[in-house]
T-cell receptor, first 112, second 112 residues
């Protein structure tokens, strides 16, 4: 089944404790991206990747890191999480960014 | 940078009736792509419809259709014969030149 697998689904952590949210797709997509969803703000792009070893900042990259060492994986890293990073996070992939995005099931992150 | 505005935070419609969700955007580009995504209570993001700006014909997908007014920078979504399963958040989005933008969303409730 074609899908984007994102883990964990829920995560509660404390300020400053490094964490990684994993994202993997099995559709051989070139393009992958991360978003955060906040009430009243919709989805905002954090980082995107056009291909392996190619990543770029989106609209709200501060406090986040990503890597694209393999085509299928695009993890999101929070080196020192802060409460303002409490949000719902989505990973997505597509053949090209102008095409349909396939989304993961989301990660609800709470930073205390 | 592009902006996407959804002016209706919440809407409701009776089952079997028709509803239109509004979306306006601002871009200086001539070639771009427009999307409507649906997010039901399961929080999974699902593509509803996609429109290429250089195509004048309005996109349709079964009960879903758009009214694309390029000069007015308007991209409204019409849902015909509304069903209970259409209850969801709906996000309008645009893409061009490595910039993906989402609106704040419209929460649609279909009433029996």
């Amino acid at each position: 089944e074609a899908q984007v697998t994102q883990n964990p689904r829920y995560l509660i952590t404390v300020t400053g404790k490094k964490l990684t949210v994993t994202c993997s797709q099995n559709m051989n997509h070139e393009y992958m991206s991360w978003y955060r969803q906040d009430p009243g703000l919709g989805l905002r792009q954090i980082y995107y990747s056009m291909n392996v070893e190619v990543t770029d900042k989106g609209d709200v990259p501060e406090g986040y890191k990503v890597s694209r060492k393999e085509k299928r994986n695009f993890p999101l890293i929070l080196e020192s999480p802060s409460p303002n990073q409490t949000s719902l996070y989505f990973c997505a992939s597509s053949l090209r960014p102008s095409e349909k995005l396939f989304f993961g099931s989301g990660t609800q992150l709470s930073v205390l | 940078a592009q902006t996407v505005t959804q002016s209706q935070p919440e809407m409701s419609v009776q089952e079997a009736e028709t509803v239109t969700l509004s979306c306006t955007y601002d871009t200086s580009e001539n070639n771009y792509y427009l999307f409507w995504y649906k997010q039901p209570p399961s929080r999974q993001m699902i593509l509803v419809i996609r429109q290429e700006a250089y195509k004048q014909q309005n996109a349709t997908e079964n009960r879903f259709s758009v009214n694309f007014q390029k000069a007015a920078k308007s991209f409204s979504l019409k849902i015909s014969d509304s069903q209970l399963g259409d209850t969801a958040m709906y996000f309008c989005a645009t893409y061009n030149n490595n910039d993906m933008r989402f609106g704040a969303g419209t929460r649609l409730t279909v009433k029996p």
